[in-house]
Nanobody
């Protein structure tokens, strides 16, 4: 059974860094588009960053460009989101998602989803 499990969230001060991890099981990431999404209280879920199944393209929301980096380790079947210069507005539950096929990002309605990990940026 396909499963994604996120980890690495926590409480961090503004300007700090965190690295989120997403472990995939039940399938291999090689043929999947991968994405990180987040949802803050009272807000809709938004895309943060995606990487295509070929690894040839990455996308970032304007709000995180230059601060966040998405990466994969297909040998370990892992996805990462390195976050630097964190801001209070980055506070949210972060989810990873995966969808089979060559596309820039997984589609919300058809992707596999993890359960999320909480990131709180506060002093």
């Amino acid at each position: 059974q396909a499963q994604l499990v996120e980890s690495g969230g926590g409480l961090v001060q503004p300007g700090g860094s965190l690295r989120l991890s997403c472990a995939a099981s039940g399938f291999t990431l090689d043929y999947y588009a991968i994405g990180w999404f987040r949802q803050a209280p009272g807000k809709v879920r938004e895309g943060v960053s995606c990487i295509s199944s070929s690894g040839g393209s990455t996308n970032y929301a304007d709000s995180v460009k230059g601060r966040f980096t998405i990466s994969t380790d297909n040998a370990k079947n892992m996805v990462y989101l390195q976050m630097h210069s964190l801001k209070p507005e980055d506070t949210a539950v972060y989810y990873c998602a995966a969808e089979r096929g060559e596309r820039p990002c997984p589609r919300v309605a058809t992707a596999y989803w993890g359960q999320g990990t909480q990131v709180t940026v506060s002093s």
